[in-house]
């Protein structure tokens, strides 16, 4: 299955394709754009689509499964899915390093693609002060020294001798050029399992946390953090952490309170939408928009993107009466 | 760039998104809505539509860019597009190969599959008939034994060494295992420069020449040719051939004839449409529907489907002025 995301074990393949679900290994295989290959999906009138296609290539009219992938539910309702899965990789290796800098943390992403290429299939950061939270709230040990930010990187291919070759030769450049402070590499899928939750800071979510799903350039992709620390420097603010899917430019930003403020709520809405939109961000990467980010789409699509966004629904379910509400 | 087909040098990019264009490397890099990020389209209105989205994941309301994908220029006319490249490989490799039956052929594919994993980019298979042809017109030497069926596969990856011997081991297994006739493999660009043409099958069409470009399931992919070779074998026809890309489940198949014969077309047409139908292939793989196969679309398609279409094409485009006439 070409798609892993944090939701596995309790989000559904249906909305997954509603949602455009990303997450880990989207640098590998690509988005559901790439992988979905059909569709079955109940319209607004009751009517069933059936565009289950199940070849790779099929130009006869428009390409009506893109329609739905994304569209949370505002036009049809998913209810039969072809995917496309590549061969499953025999071989899986994982390294977790420590950096000094957000700009090292470019360098290696740089190193990476050119030593591990077509076997890379995640490429993860961290700072520490998400994976501090995760290894406290879940007493998992931090497997390299301290360091302001890590990276987990995962690789995935046929030959397990040639992975292991290109990823010892990566790590080797990494540490002899001091780019890499410390690091550890897994082959062994138990050890690969329990080193995944460092990733995943989001798990420590709290009720009273503000959290975002932005997307971002790599130049401007850790630049809010610093932002925000300075911004609720005065609050009551337990932690403000990010994390992100380094391949696909998506950053989370965790903003956690001990109870709900509607100070630091204040500071950051609609404050972390606008930066995002001026350095020509995404307001949501994988999150959607749903109810919450309704006010502030405009701030990632053009008057005429939402006109013909609009002019669709209306034509499709002019009852409103999919995922009433949404989006729009 | 991601794209790599035999209209290069003649097509426009604007072109291949509207006509979703494939080609040889869509087994690797994924079809145009895998590696299309954002467009700028002019819709029929005059209105320019700026989805130039250059974010991987992006997930703020309906992603418009895929209904221009494939529409052959029906719903707007693409003037900027926003493709994601991957990294240049540094090393590629390909491989000709002589093998005795279409059977062989798709062990040969599991076999590419296991051994090659992620480095394979291209799986081509061309039988003599096609070969031979493109062999004489061009002067170009067969370079392994006559057999009735050909292979090129091609390799694109980040290590040469590690390439090599991925492909060495997968050509010995394939020559001690008799699936593999007779190979010849080539790393030097010169060299694969002068092989490819081998493929182009196509490339030999004349104006008399009935040519189809289908897709189906592997187990069906080859059967039509010898099908068609009974249908027309009192008939005046120089060859019937087929080609294709492997990986992608896309047949082209040619029917080359002295001159128009209007006794040849009618056991042609619409039998092999009807046929592709049948066996839940698609009608225009690549090649879109155009003028020429409105006709038939409806069996590539259900008619729930096309009613959708046609209302987006009334809604979007009310005049009728995009590409008048065409699709449907």
């Known amino acids: 299955m070409p798609l892993d995301l944090g939701a596995k074990g309790s989000c559904q393949i249906g909305g997954n394709i509603s949602t455009n679900a990303g997450g880990l290994r989207l640098f590998r295989y690509g988005s559901l754009h790439a992988t979905v290959l059909g569709l079955e999906v109940v319209l607004p009138d009751g009517t069933i689509l059936d565009v289950l296609n199940t070849l790779k290539k099929d130009n006869t009219g428009y390409h009506l499964s893109h329609l739905f992938i994304g569209a949370e539910g505002t036009l049809g309702f998913v209810t039969k899915v072809v995917i496309q899965c590549p061969v499953k990789p025999s071989?899986?290796?994982?390294?977790?390093?420590?950096?000094?800098?957000?700009?090292?943390?470019?360098?290696?992403?740089?190193?990476?693609r050119s030593n591990l290429g077509e076997i890379l299939s995640s490429c993860e950061m961290m700072d520490h002060e998400g994976v501090q939270s995760v290894s406290s709230k879940f007493d998992i040990q931090i497997p390299v020294k301290k360091c302001p930010f890590y990276m987990l990187l995962e690789t995935s291919g046929s030959n397990q001798e040639h992975d292991s070759a290109k990823l010892s030769k990566f790590l080797e450049d990494g540490l002899e050029n001091n780019v890499i402070l410390d690091a550890v590499m897994f082959s062994e899928q138990s050890k690969i399992q329990k080193i995944w939750p460092l990733q995943r800071c989001g798990s420590c979510l709290k009720d009273a946390t503000y959290n975002y799903d932005i997307s971002l350039s790599l130049q401007d992709f850790y630049s809010i953090i610093p932002i925000m620390r300075e911004r609720l420097k005065d609050q009551d603010v337990v932690t403000v952490c990010g994390y992100g899917h380094l391949g696909d430019g998506n950053l989370h930003v965790n903003i956690s309170v001990r109870e709900p403020n509607p100070a630091v709520y204040a500071l950051v809405e609609p404050f972390i939408y606008e930066w995002t939109s001026q350095h020509k961000g995404s307001i949501s990467a994988e999150h959607g928009i749903g109810l919450a980010k309704k006010h502030v789409i405009h701030l990632s699509k053009s008057e005429t993107s939402l006109t013909l966004m609009r002019q669709i629904k209306q034509m499709m379910d002019p009852n409103q009466i999919m995922n009433p509400y949404k989006v729009f």
């Not at 071989?91 to 990476?112: P, R």
């Open 91 to 112: 071989s899986t290796h994982v390294t977790f390093l420590g950096v000094d800098s957000f700009d090292t943390v470019l360098k290696i992403v740089k190193l990476a």
